[in-house]
């Protein structure tokens, strides 16, 4: 589970859960540019991953990091196959367990689950804690209690995927640091609770995308979880299903994730009632949005779009991942689409196309049947700061996001953009509800998988000079006025700098700690 560089201390532990350095961009960058902007900190990164298996870094690790450890989801020591009071153990596991899988579960049953094992932690592992007849006994009579009206096969599976999941989290050594950060809710704000409650450290969480909502969009698309043919049907009774047992353990997590910490951040204001919904309190919310540095994109600023632009073709890029996530097939099919109605088009494609072959794949065929192999082109990566000149309109098309750098990086240089109705979109373009003065729309926001609104959107920039100069105007200001990563890195080295100089502090579950306004 661990390979640490350093057994110094960190000044700050980043807890990251599927994303740097093993997977490129979002939030993986985020986290990067985090550790470049503060070169005097040191800090010890904790990777949750989901399994173990070979993976290559995306990114050279800076020297500020003195450690890294690696968590891997479902994966535990063996252990011994008894301990001294284990029904003791396993009473005091039944109620606290029970609770975390309902909608009331929180930061005081996180406690109780960390106390009943600290006993015995260094000898716990898979045999007694999941394999073991006291285990079998408390599952049966979880599932009598609780949700016997599923299947028991799909609850036994269930169970033991959530429950093993949390005793990973739950059993590892902790890194010493002065301060823990973590980047999501889930197991990464499960493990950063449990830094709270065992070292009495700070705890600061970022929230790019909110994690309860990504896995009750998952949870209510699994196949793999049967309810039952009535599941649904029956207007006059309520039954609680696996469903909601999967949704409620990991609002549980975000509660228990919430309350351990000083600050609960997330990027945009869009979040913050989210975060509410899920029981953060209003006294911690601050909103860091993304930055981006400017100076290296302003040079390349627009003056107009491109059929004005000395006769160069009109050109128009979705840079991003080749992954379903972003949806690139609607940006192909929009490019269809505008092809017929402007002559020349450029489109590009810009970003890695390594992640998901079939996908990529996909993608080729469709611009082949649709004859579209003069038009469009995939890049693979380049350097953002040589490409945008040459882009007239950014795209994104994207089904999910947080804050996409890409947006802010082609604003700086005047390029609008049209993207989709995802996480911080409609606040870049169309300006937060706090702007003032506002600067007026910086694109068009189009619904998800719609390729008419995009290529409709992509056409009248490219062929209406007044309105590409508008909204080019207005995303340059917006960009200097709120998305400048120097704000960015003051905000977070004065939220480091107070919760370093706090003492040490293990805080009761009804408390609300609050860090006044450092940022």
């Given at each position: 589970?661990?390979?640490?560089?350093?057994?110094?201390?960190?000044?700050?532990?980043?807890?990251?859960?599927?994303?740097?350095?093993?997977?490129?961009?979002?939030?993986?960058?985020?986290?990067?540019?985090?550790?470049?902007?503060?070169?005097?900190?040191?800090?010890?990164?904790?990777?949750?991953?989901?399994?173990?298996?070979?993976?290559?870094?995306?990114?050279?690790?800076?020297?500020?990091?003195?450690?890294?450890?690696?968590?891997?989801?479902?994966?535990?020591?063996?252990?011994?196959?008894?301990?001294?009071?284990?029904?003791?153990?396993?009473?005091?596991?039944?109620?606290?367990?029970?609770?975390?899988?309902?909608?009331?579960?929180?930061?005081?049953?996180?406690?109780?689950?960390?106390?009943?094992?600290?006993?015995?932690?260094?000898?716990?592992?898979?045999?007694?804690l999941l394999n073991s007849e006291?285990?079998?006994?408390?599952?049966?009579?979880?599932?009598?209690?609780?949700?016997?009206?599923?299947?028991?096969?799909?609850?036994?599976?269930?169970?033991?995927?959530?429950?093993?999941?949390?005793?990973?989290?739950?059993?590892?050594?902790?890194?010493?640091?002065?301060?823990?950060?973590?980047?999501?809710?889930?197991?990464?704000?499960?493990?950063?609770?449990?830094?709270?409650?065992?070292?009495?450290?700070?705890?600061?969480?970022?929230?790019?995308?909110?994690?309860?909502?990504?896995?009750?969009?998952?949870?209510?698309?699994?196949?793999?979880?049967?309810?039952?043919?009535?599941?649904?049907?029956?207007?006059?009774?309520?039954?609680?299903?696996?469903?909601?047992?999967?949704?409620?353990?990991?609002?549980?997590?975000?509660?228990?994730?919430?309350?351990?910490?000083?600050?609960?951040?997330?990027?945009?204001?869009?979040?913050?009632?989210?975060?509410?919904?899920?029981?953060?309190?209003?006294?911690?919310?601050?909103?860091?949005?993304?930055?981006?540095?400017?100076?290296?994109?302003?040079?390349?600023?627009?003056?107009?779009?491109?059929?004005?632009?000395?006769?160069?073709?009109?050109?128009?890029?979705?840079?991003?991942?080749?992954?379903?996530?972003?949806?690139?097939?609607?940006?192909?099919?929009?490019?269809?689409?505008?092809?017929?109605?402007?002559?020349?088009?450029?489109?590009?494609?810009?970003?890695?196309?390594?992640?998901?072959?079939?996908?990529?794949?996909?993608?080729?065929?469709?611009?082949?049947?649709?004859?579209?192999?003069?038009?469009?082109t995939f890049t693979g990566p380049?350097?953002?700061?040589?490409?945008?000149?040459?882009?007239?309109?950014?795209?994104?098309?994207?089904?999910?996001?947080?804050?996409?750098?890409?947006?802010?990086?082609?604003?700086?240089?005047?390029?609008?953009?049209?993207?989709?109705?995802?996480?911080?979109?409609?606040?870049?373009?169309?300006?937060?509800?706090?702007?003032?003065p506002s600067f007026g729309p910086?694109?068009?926001?189009?619904?998800?998988?719609?390729?008419?609104?995009?290529?409709?959107?992509?056409?009248?920039?490219?062929?209406?000079?007044?309105?590409?100069?508008?909204?080019?105007?207005?995303?340059?200001?917006?960009?200097?006025?709120?998305?400048?990563?120097?704000?960015?890195?003051?905000?977070?080295?004065?939220?480091?700098?107070?919760?370093?100089?706090?003492?040490?502090?293990?805080?009761?579950?009804?408390?609300?700690?609050?860090?006044?306004?450092?940022?």
């Amino acid at each position: 589970m661990t390979n640490s560089m350093s057994t110094t201390p960190a000044d700050v532990c980043l807890i990251l859960e599927g994303t740097y350095p093993y997977v490129a961009g979002g939030v993986s960058t985020w986290t990067h540019d985090l550790l470049l902007a503060h070169p005097e900190l040191r800090f010890h990164l904790v990777s949750l991953l989901p399994k173990r298996e070979e993976r290559k870094a995306r990114y050279t690790m800076p020297s500020n990091v003195v450690g890294i450890d690696h968590i891997y989801i479902q994966d535990m020591p063996i252990g011994a196959r008894r301990v001294s009071d284990g029904p003791k153990l396993f009473a005091a596991l039944e109620q606290a367990l029970g609770r975390m899988q309902s909608p009331i579960g929180d930061y005081a049953d996180l406690a109780a689950i960390i106390e009943a094992l600290r006993p015995h932690r260094d000898v716990l592992g898979r045999r007694l804690l999941l394999n073991s007849e006291a285990a079998w006994n408390l599952l049966v009579r979880m599932y009598d209690e609780r949700l016997s009206s599923s299947s028991f096969l799909d609850y036994f599976w269930s169970w033991r995927a959530l429950v093993g999941g949390m005793y990973s989290v739950v059993l590892p050594p902790i890194p010493a640091a002065k301060v823990y950060h973590t980047a999501s809710t889930g197991y990464a704000g499960l493990f950063a609770a449990r830094a709270r409650l065992e070292t009495g450290r700070p705890v600061l969480v970022t929230e790019h995308g909110i994690y309860t909502n990504e896995r009750r969009i998952e949870v209510a698309m699994a196949d793999w979880l049967f309810e039952g043919p009535t599941e649904g049907l029956n207007v006059d009774i309520w039954r609680r299903s696996l469903k909601d047992m999967w949704t409620d353990t990991f609002a549980s997590y975000s509660r228990a994730c919430y309350a351990a910490s000083e600050r609960v951040i997330t990027l945009y204001e869009g979040n913050q009632q989210f975060q509410l919904d899920d029981g953060a309190l209003p006294e911690k919310l601050s909103i860091i949005p993304n930055g981006i540095a400017i100076n290296r994109y302003a040079p390349l600023r627009r003056e107009g779009a491109a059929p004005r632009d000395g006769g160069r073709p009109p050109h128009v890029a979705l840079i991003g991942r080749v992954v379903p996530i972003k949806d690139i097939k609607t940006f192909i099919r929009a490019c269809g689409m505008l092809r017929d109605k402007v002559a020349d088009l450029k489109a590009s494609i810009v970003g890695p196309y390594d992640e998901d072959p079939d996908y990529y794949a996909e993608c080729r065929r469709m611009i082949l049947q649709m004859e579209l192999g003069s038009v469009v082109t995939f890049t693979g990566p380049v350097r953002l700061d040589q490409f945008l000149g040459q882009v007239d309109v950014q795209v994104l098309t994207s089904i999910s996001e947080g804050m996409p750098l890409v947006v802010l990086e082609a604003g700086a240089a005047g390029i609008p953009s049209v993207v989709t109705d995802v996480g911080a979109c409609r606040e870049m373009i169309l300006g937060r509800r706090s702007e003032s003065p506002s600067f007026g729309p910086a694109g068009t926001v189009t619904p998800l998988s719609n390729p008419k609104a995009t290529a409709d959107a992509c056409l009248a920039l490219l062929t209406d000079r007044d309105w590409y100069l508008n909204c080019s105007t207005a995303m340059r200001r917006r960009v200097h006025r709120y998305y400048d990563k120097a704000d960015q890195d003051r905000s977070y080295r004065a939220l480091y700098d107070a919760c370093m100089a706090l003492p040490d502090r293990r805080p009761t579950a009804a408390e609300g700690t609050s860090l006044q306004a450092a940022e």
